[in-house]
């Protein structure tokens, strides 16, 4: 009995020994790292201005050298706001790291035990020797464009998609001018031409804002979608200048024939684009699938300037709450964007995936409290 009593108490000792995550106080170090050269990421979290908030917040900044590159920033913008510009090995070094794409395994090894990471989602994930390396390293890790807001709002998500529907338009606009190798014509019609059709199919912010953008341009803009309530709503947000119209195959034929750009995203219910519809495209038609081209990279500033406010305040939230462990274990919204905590996968959909065990970070909480 007395053998049993000891190593019960053990156990649960050993059991409420903090981890390096429990233990992150509300001022840490915070490490930004750069996107992975032998990609097309282009995407940064944090501005100079943004980074020089969370220093005045009482956070050590600290940068990978040139990893504002992209967003052209140079090293000394980020000095000038308190930010330590340090190699990749002691960025990764910090108590939280922050990578727009999800790092690949060798750098997640250089990372402290126990430490936080947080970034965009990204087919990475899905590598199960990522994975098997955050849950080594007892890496806190989220995803921040599943991350929900108190009134459950994704807000990095919207972010993303908003530049990447705006941004789809431009890229038609650049493709239809003389400059860009097109016939030269404007998406906006003038007194005596019609403008530019634009068929967009899907569902979706991505799909909404591309909406707007483009008729913001003065294009002629239909959207389609198999889902009428979808459309009602696409109405509601875009305004009585969209056309609605339900997925049918003539129609379908007809739409694609005469439209000028073609924007596809994810319909309500399954979709895919008919193959027998290509010899009927016009020679000049600007085609882009949102699934497999995020216009965004094409303006990284932009998303590091929109982004960086959301990042501030996320990070005022951890400094509140008395630090990331804190912020975890309190916040509903947070707990949703995280993939792995305290050395357990927390995410299903990776977990099915990979054919791993994964565990419910609500439980897992209610557990340890």
């Given at each position: 009995?007395?053998?049993?009593?000891?190593?019960?108490?053990?156990?649960?000792?050993?059991?409420?020994q903090?981890?390096?995550?429990?233990?992150?106080?509300?001022?840490?170090?915070?490490?930004?790292?750069?996107?992975?050269?032998?990609?097309?990421?282009t995407?940064?979290?944090?501005?100079?201005?943004?980074?020089?908030?969370?220093?005045?917040?009482?956070?050590?900044?600290?940068?990978?050298?040139?990893?504002?590159?992209?967003?052209?920033?140079?090293?000394?913008?980020?000095?000038?706001?308190?930010?330590?510009?340090?190699?990749?090995?002691?960025?990764?070094?910090?108590?939280?790291?922050?990578?727009?794409?999800?790092?690949?395994?060798?750098?997640?090894?250089?990372?402290?035990?126990?430490?936080?990471?947080?970034?965009?989602?990204?087919?990475?994930?899905?590598?199960?020797?990522?994975?098997?390396?955050?849950?080594?390293?007892?890496?806190?890790?989220?995803?921040?464009?599943?991350?929900?807001?108190?009134?459950?709002?994704?807000?990095?998500?919207?972010?993303?998609d908003?530049?990447?529907?705006?941004?789809?338009?431009?890229?038609?606009?650049?493709?239809?001018?003389?400059?860009?190798?097109?016939?030269?014509?404007?998406?906006?019609?003038?007194?005596?031409?019609?403008?530019?059709?634009?068929?967009i199919?899907?569902?979706?912010?991505?799909?909404?804002?591309?909406?707007?953008?483009?008729?913001?341009?003065?294009a002629?803009?239909?959207?389609?979608?198999?889902?009428?309530?979808?459309?009602?709503q696409?109405?509601?947000?875009?305004?009585?200048?969209?056309?609605?119209?339900?997925?049918?195959?003539?129609?379908?034929?007809?739409?694609?024939?005469?439209?000028?750009?073609?924007?596809?995203?994810?319909?309500?219910?399954p979709?895919?684009?008919?193959?027998?519809?290509?010899?009927?495209?016009?020679?000049?038609?600007?085609?882009?699938?949102?699934?497999?081209?995020?216009?965004?990279?094409?303006?990284?500033?932009t998303?590091?300037?929109?982004?960086?406010?959301?990042?501030?305040?996320?990070?005022?939230?951890?400094?509140?709450k008395?630090?990331?462990?804190?912020?975890?274990?309190?916040?509903?919204?947070?707990?949703?964007?995280?993939?792995?905590f305290?050395?357990?996968?927390?995410?299903?959909?990776?977990?099915s995936?990979?054919?791993?065990?994964?565990?419910?970070?609500?439980?897992?909480?209610?557990?340890?409290?």
């Amino acid at each position: 009995m007395t053998s049993d009593k000891t190593t019960t108490d053990f156990e649960i000792k050993t059991r409420l020994q903090p981890t390096a995550t429990d233990t992150l106080e509300p001022t840490f170090t915070l490490g930004l790292v750069a996107n992975y050269a032998d990609t097309d990421e282009t995407r940064f979290l944090l501005t100079p201005e943004g980074s020089g908030l969370l220093t005045s917040a009482g956070i050590k900044v600290i940068m990978e050298k040139g990893a504002a590159t992209d967003i052209s920033f140079p090293d000394s913008s980020y000095r000038e706001y308190g930010v330590n510009i340090v190699s990749r090995t002691e960025a990764l070094k910090a108590d939280v790291v922050l990578s727009y794409r999800p790092l690949h395994a060798h750098d997640i090894h250089k990372m402290k035990k126990g430490a936080a990471l947080f970034s965009m989602t990204g087919p990475g994930l899905f590598d199960i020797n990522v994975i098997k390396a955050l849950l080594d390293k007892e890496i806190a890790y989220g995803c921040l464009d599943n991350v929900v807001s108190h009134n459950d709002e994704p807000v990095f998500a919207n972010i993303i998609d908003e530049i990447d529907g705006r941004g789809a338009i431009i890229y038609a606009q650049e493709f239809l001018s003389y400059l860009g190798g097109g016939k030269g014509v404007l998406l906006a019609g003038v007194a005596g031409i019609n403008p530019c059709e634009v068929l967009i199919i899907g569902d979706g912010n991505t799909v909404y804002s591309a909406a707007k953008a483009a008729l913001s341009a003065g294009a002629y803009v239909t959207l389609m979608n198999n889902d009428i309530s979808a459309l009602q709503q696409a109405k509601r947000i875009c305004g009585e200048r969209l056309n609605t119209i339900a997925i049918h195959p003539r129609v379908l034929y007809n739409r694609v024939k005469s439209a000028d750009v073609i924007l596809l995203g994810e319909c309500t219910r399954p979709f895919e684009f008919p193959k027998n519809l290509s010899p009927v495209l016009k020679d000049s038609v600007y085609l882009l699938n949102f699934e497999e081209t995020h216009p965004s990279i094409s303006v990284p500033r932009t998303v590091a300037m929109a982004l960086s406010n959301v990042i501030v305040n996320f990070f005022d939230d951890v400094i509140i709450k008395g630090g990331v462990y804190h912020m975890i274990a309190s916040t509903p919204g947070v707990q949703a964007g995280m993939v792995t905590f305290r050395g357990k996968l927390v995410d299903k959909l990776i977990g099915s995936f990979l054919n791993m065990p994964s565990v419910d970070i609500k439980v897992m909480l209610a557990a340890t409290n």
